[in-house]
């Protein structure tokens, strides 16, 4: 089955504690996207990657690395995590970035709190 | 800059009521144009998209038209159902630009 899996799903800690979000899809995708989700707001783009080892900021990157060392694999690192990035998180995938009629598939999103 | 309008929910109605969310756009460019929806406790999935002006875009009895002159891609349904509860986030994308663009999202409630 084609899809984007994220781990973890939900995810409670404190501030200035590394974690990192991972994000896996099967369908040999080129670009790969982190959002953010905050009410109100819709979902705000924090970095996407065209390729493997191509990562470019998006509207929202303080405080969040990417990298991207597989085809697959897109984590999202938070360093030291601060209230303001409590959130819900969604990954997302798609064959050709640049194509406008490229249909991009999410994830099931990580809701993180930072206490 | 590029940027999408929804009408503000929370939106309730009842079960087999006519909907209509709204969105309007503005973009630089062609923006191609999408609805995704958000069932509770689950990710965006695509519900209906169209790339160029006068497009009619269709999916699970939802449509939505291209209107260039108005720059609007209205979400319609004849018949809601319980089902379709869900948040709906009406979305953009142009040529080279690397993302989508979100509205904020409206939240539909369907009750029986």
């Known amino acids: 089955e084609a899809q984007v899996t994220q781990n973890p799903r939900y995810l409670i800690t404190v501030t200035g504690k590394k974690l990192t979000v991972t994000c896996s899809q099967n369908?040999?995708?080129?670009?790969m996207s982190w959002y953010r989700q905050d009410p109100g707001l819709g979902l705000r783009q924090i970095y996407y990657?065209?390729?493997?080892?191509?990562?470019d900021k998006g509207d929202v990157p303080e405080g969040y690395k990417v990298s991207r060392k597989e085809k697959r694999n897109f984590p999202l690192i938070l360093e030291s995590p601060s209230p303001n990035q409590t959130s819900l998180y969604f990954c997302?995938?798609?064959?050709?970035?640049?194509?406008?009629?490229?249909?991009?598939?999410f994830g099931p999103g990580t809701r993180l709190l930072v206490l | 800059g590029n940027s999408v309008t929804q009408m503000e929910g929370p939106v309730t109605l009842s079960e087999e009521a006519f909907l209509t969310i709204n969105c309007t756009y503005t973009?630089?460019?062609?923006?191609?144009l999408f609805w995704y929806v958000q069932y509770p406790g689950e990710g965006l999935q695509l519900l209906l998209k169209?790339?160029?002006?006068?497009d009619k875009g269709s999916n699970k009895g939802f449509e939505a038209t291209y209107r260039k002159e108005t720059t609007s891609f209205h979400l319609e349904k004849g018949s809601v159902q319980v089902s379709d509860s869900a948040v709906y986030f009406c979305?953009?994308?142009?040529?080279?630009?690397?993302?989508?663009?979100f509205g904020q999202g409206t939240r539909l409630t369907i009750n029986p």
């Open positions: 997302a995938s798609s064959l050709f970035p640049t194509v406008p009629q490229e249909t991009q598939y």
């Open positions: 369908m040999n995708h080129e670009y």
């Open positions: 990657s065209m390729n493997v080892e191509v990562t």
């Open positions: 973009a630089t460019g062609y923006p191609s």
């Open positions: 169209a790339t160029k002006a006068d």
């Open positions: 979305a953009l994308t142009v040529q080279g630009a690397q993302k989508l663009v």
